[in-house]
């Protein structure tokens, strides 16, 4: 994992727009609150569709949350088979607050502008 004081991975400090924009790719899947699952994979979709040719930062932010948030899918959705057993519905307590707790990190790091990795990620998206 990148130390504290690291710069963006390009050498090159991101500009304040592109904090921005890295800090809105990982928390745009709090729109998977609004348009439940699905939701979680489109915020971030967007934000790497439209910012990816424009910033290697923001792109690699993007397609971190992108990743992240797909395995989070796919977790929620082996929660939700597995709640016929009632063992879903604690792991999937556990799956929302690591998603919370990991998302917030990762978009205080993009706007800090470090480069971040979430720990528990399929690199589905490269």
Known sequence: MDGPNLPAASG???TENERTWGML???SALTGLVIPLAGIVLGPLLVWLARREES???ADHAKEALNFNISVLL???ACMLLMLVFVGFLLGTA???AW???MLVAAIKASEGHPYRYPFALR???
């Open 12 to 14: 090159v400090a991101p």
């Open 124 to 126: 589905l998206v490269k």
């Open 75 to 77: 977790g929620a959705l």
């Open 25 to 27: 790719a990982h928390l």
């Open 100 to 102: 919370l707790v990991l």
């Open 56 to 58: 290697a930062f923001v």
């Open 95 to 97: 799956l929302f607050v």
